[in-house]
């Protein structure tokens, strides 16, 4: 890690593509900015996620590419796409419509969380759940 300026992306050629190919990929709400899902990009994926603003993925266990939404309708219509400041992570920013996780919840981070928020940080539930009015 260096502690100079971003790298600049200019191409897909430009991420730092973990040894099998892929990208960690962030998934925030864009009306809320809640974190949805995490998921992997190969570069097809992400090249046709550029292309055509549907949220795209590489599956692990398949191993293929998958848009999601494509048989449960729960679309995510991609808003922007950010690289973090190593260029190895990428956000994508969405409209989601449905579900985000396969479980059929909104987020995918509705477990018990592994750390708890402490008196003087409490917990902002609202922004986390997505129940702030607004």
Not at 105 to 125: G, H, M, V
Request: hydrophobic letters at 35%.
């Amino acid at each position: 890690m260096s502690s100079g300026p971003d790298p600049i992306v200019t191409s897909l050629a430009d991420l730092r593509w973990n040894d099998q190919g892929l990208l960690p990929v962030v998934v925030q709400d864009n009306e809320t900015g809640e974190v949805l899902m995490m998921a992997w990009a190969n570069e097809a994926a992400l090249q046709y996620t550029l292309d055509t603003r549907q949220a795209t993925y590489w599956s692990r266990s398949r191993s293929e590419v998958w848009t999601k939404g494509l048989t449960s309708g729960h679309v995510q219509h991609v808003v922007a796409v950010f690289h973090d400041c190593d260029a190895d992570t990428v956000l994508y920013v969405v409209e989601q419509t449905g579900a985000a996780c396969h479980t059929n919840t909104k987020t995918c981070f509705t477990a018990r969380p592994l750390l708890a928020a402490e008196e003087n940080y409490p917990l902002r539930q609202d922004l986390l759940y997505g129940t702030k009015e607004r």
